[in-house]
């Protein structure tokens, strides 16, 4: 086998590993949230699919499957059907440069646990997420419908003014490990929890934390596709399938962005003590400690209405995530950091 | 293979463009320019400029399509209609255009290539070296305040007048 | 690295765009419409900044490219909210509905 096919096949291995993984923890992440919500609300949730409930993903697929598929009438075909497939691709495109563990030893060979190695990985994930908000517009708009466009039209504008903060906050974190890879940004925080960006850059996770929030629409910024507002928001009149990809592309979008969060803030797959090899197990247990988090927000916090989201995002976080990179500009300057 | 996918991109973006010029409906020829702009930074990808080609699908494609889509979208523009130009007038324009394309063409094609690299690959953190440096650092923090002008401009002249 | 692109592929590619973006401009009646195809325009400028650059093997194009990208988001900006204006006054955003030196 040339080395050209080689690498071809191990690249499709790891392809298939980690869209296998990504559709079964998008599936169990809906039964753990509605699980976890139900806890946190004093009530059960789904508990009788399946022991524990743990079936419920599957029959809400196969109910999914089995609806009727409307298309509206004066809808723009081609980009009605085209804002899902925008949204899946956009999601699963910007997860396939994360790094998921430490460079394996399989079979003799060096494995690294990341689909693809970009000289500008970071950026690489911003403009794939750039090209996301394009599903959002296109579905509002083809709908044909006053309030999926208006909903259409809300919800890219606060996904893109959000996509600026988040960008910038990860300004200080590039600052300090000099690179745009994030396998660098991993490597720069070993040894400890002392070192890891969550403590030298407690103003970049926080506007972080909060920008990426807002930017999959979860709550307390989730007012777009809120039952009691506009409807159902861009996603109005898709049923069925089309709605099933739209929903698995913000979860898988979630994913993204709890999983950059682990890298960039929380020390990757590196345990907090020095002395404890790292593994992609440490990594796992961290992705499902932000992912609670996510699911414990949304228990929690109220949500906040159009105008206070955008002032939020334009009047607060951008200048304290301006702070930071001239903060840790200054710092990085002086030889502190 | 980077040439094959050269062609592949170039004959797609190509293509686009004209869609983009010959399209009467404006929301689908902004459309078509995403794929064209996509194309182009496919090709600066291939061209040794990874930053670049980041750069062209956040700030171009991501950003300032977006805008144009949000106007046309606001703005309920109809597709154009009714008697376009006659057919000498566009036979002219695009007799025009290919002898403006071909100048072009032979110009760049005869201008001076310097010491080419093969296997050219700019890595990013050098472009910031580059931009930072004293030849280029007065025109950064310029561009910097021109943004800050144009959000000010843009904002009071679409601003509605309030009774 | 494989050889690569022919960098004179690249630049009549470049002249290409250029000139169909030159014929939309002449063609086109809609304000955005021609909007879009100046940033055509652009955008062929840019791809002949980027070959030059590869084809010298330095970064002076890209940084370039760099600032032309800046400053035609600027203009992006700023000419949008230029025909919100006009369609607010005339409502209209056909090139030919603004004929009138005064109103």
Redesign the interface.
Same mark, same amino acid.
């Given at each position: 086998m040339t080395p050209f096919l080689e690498e071809l096949a191990i690249a499709a291995v790891k392809v298939g590993a980690i869209i296998g993984l990504l559709l079964g923890l998008f599936s169990f992440m809906t039964w753990a949230e509605r699980r976890l919500l139900a806890l946190m609300q004093f009530r059960l949730g789904p508990n009788r699919t399946g022991p524990l409930g743990l079936l419920q993903p599957v029959a809400d697929g196969i109910k999914l499957f089995f609806k009727e598929e409307t298309i509206p009438e004066g809808a723009h075909r081609g980009?009605f059907l085209a804002a899902p497939v925008i949204a899946v691709v956009t999601a699963f495109t910007a997860i396939a440069v994360v790094p998921y563990g430490p460079t394996l030893e399989l079979f003799g060979r060096q494995v690294p646990l990341q689909i693809a190695s /970009?000289?500008?990985g970071l950026?690489?994930i %911003? !403009?794939?997420t750039? /090209?996301g908000?394009?599903s959002v517009?296109l579905a509002g708009?083809a709908s044909n419908n006053k309030f999926g466009?208006l909903g259409g039209?809300r919800s890219? !504008?606060q996904m893109?003014s959000y996509e600026l903060t988040l960008?910038m906050s990860w300004v200080g974190v590039i600052m300090l490990a000099?690179? %745009?890879q994030i396998a660098d940004i991993v490597g720069a925080q070993a040894g400890g929890f002392w070192r890891w960006n969550l403590a030298l850059q407690p103003l970049a996770a926080f506007t972080y934390f909060a920008a990426a929030t807002a930017e999959v629409s979860r709550t307390p910024f989730d007012l777009t596709e809120a039952e009691q507002e506009l409807v159902a928001g861009f996603h109005t009149e898709y049923s069925s399938m089309r709605f099933a990809l739209l929903q698995m592309a913000e979860y898988v979008n979630i994913i993204t962005v709890a999983v950059l969060a682990v890298n960039l803030f929380l020390g990757g797959w590196h345990f907090p003590f020095p002395g404890v090899p790292a593994s992609p197990l440490w990594f796992a247990l961290k992705v499902a400690a932000v992912l609670f988090v996510f699911i414990w927000l949304r228990g929690t916090l109220p949500r906040l209405r159009y105008d206070q989201l955008m002032a939020f995002g334009w009047k607060v976080l951008l200048p304290l995530v301006t702070l930071n990179i001239l903060v840790t500009a200054a710092l990085v300057q002086a030889g502190v950091l | 293979m980077d040439a094959a996918l050269f062609y592949l991109l170039g004959a797609l973006a190509l293509g686009s463009s004209i869609v983009v010029i010959a399209q009467p409906n404006p929301i689908r020829s902004a459309l078509a320019l995403i794929v064209t702009l996509c194309c182009l930074a496919g090709i600066f990808g291939l061209l040794g400029s990874p930053f670049i080609a980041a750069l062209q699908v956040i700030v171009y494609a991501g950003a300032i399509m977006v805008l144009f889509l949000f106007v046309l979208m606001l703005l309920n523009v109809e597709p154009e209609r009714g008697p376009g130009r006659s057919r000498q007038l566009t036979f002219a324009a695009v007799a025009l255009a290919v002898a403006l394309s071909a100048q072009l063409g032979s110009v760049l094609v005869r201008g001076d290539r310097g010491a080419g690299v093969e296997g050219f690959r700019a890595p990013s953190v050098d472009m910031a070296r580059v931009l930072f440096s004293e030849s280029f650092l007065y025109a950064f923090e310029a561009v910097a305040v021109l943004i800050l002008a144009a959000l000010v401009g843009a904002v009071v002249l679409a601003k509605r007048e309030l009774p | 690295m494989s050889p690569g692109i022919p960098v004179d592929h690249a630049l009549l590619l470049s002249a290409a765009l250029f000139g169909i973006g030159a014929c939309g401009v002449f063609l086109r009646r809609n304000l955005i419409a021609i909007f879009m195809c100046i940033e055509l325009m652009l955008n062929a400028v840019n791809l002949a900044f980027v070959a030059f650059s590869r084809a010298h093997g330095t970064l002076d194009g890209q940084v370039l490219v760099f600032f032309v990208m800046t400053v035609a988001a600027a203009e992006a900006a700023v000419g949008l909210a230029i025909v919100i204006a006009l369609q607010r006054h005339r409502d209209s955003v056909d090139a030919d509905s603004f004929d009138l030196l005064r109103f």
């Open positions: 980009l /970009l000289d500008v950026l690489f %911003f !403009a794939v750039s /090209l908000v394009y517009v708009y466009l039209l890219s !504008a893109f960008g000099q690179s %745009f | - | -």
